[in-house]
């Protein structure tokens, strides 16, 4: 089963760290971000593909073309500025069926890694005090996923996306229909769609650790040191 991660963006909320290493590189504790991105991955995972632009010949560098027993391929996204699911779509040539989704900046606990790539069409979710600073995730009666709504000002649920969607190539077909005014297309936006015809099942997630700002970076490395990842 194939791995998409996204690790194109310039990581601009992390400056001056960022400057000289693209951020999935910064060091947690005694490994870099992507290590730990990978290594939550569960065995069924052979293969990833990582989309890059920033400073990517570093991560070509540190990666290889195998990465904790993984092989890797590698896409060059032009223009990251086009949203997530522009990212995603530079992929789509190399992805061979139903795969999984993943953001390079993100630490997952493997136990709910290993339970979404269990179903056909799945995402992770995590509860929040603070939704309303997130994509919030709203479900079905029987689980599944019915929307995401980005920073809703009045949530009517606690659940928000934390990225790690299993979906198949189909998710490709809803790219128009994702599409902002501006241009740019969302990932979160083409679930949304997808999900209308896909039971997309909804997965909590206990450990998850976005990495997005150097305070973030350091709440992680403080977990890291803890051994509270898992």
Known sequence: MQCVILAAGKGTRMRPLTETTPKPLLRV???ALLDYVVAAL??????????????????MTYCGTEFHGRRVQ???QDNPAGGTGAALLCAAP????RFLFMYAD???????LAEVVTHDHAMLAM??????????????DDGTLREIIEKPAAPTSNLVNIGGFVITPDIFNYQTAAAS????VYVTDMLTAYAKNHPVQVIEQTVWIPVG???????????VLSQKID
Request: proline share 8%; no cysteine.
């Open 29 to 31: 504790g005694e490994q």
């Open 42 to 59: 569960p065995p069924v995972i052979d293969e990833l593909i990582i989309v890059t632009n920033y400073l990517e010949e570093q991560i």
């Open 74 to 76: 590698y896409v060059h």
């Open 94 to 97: 190399l992805i061979i069926g």
């Open 106 to 112: 993100d630490i997952h606990g493997a136990a709910a």
């Open 127 to 140: 509860p929040s005090d603070t939704p309303e600073q997130f994509g919030v995730v709203y479900k079905n």
């Open 181 to 184: 005014d501006s241009g740019e």
């Open 213 to 223: 700002t150097p305070e973030q970076l350091a709440a992680a490395e403080k977990m």
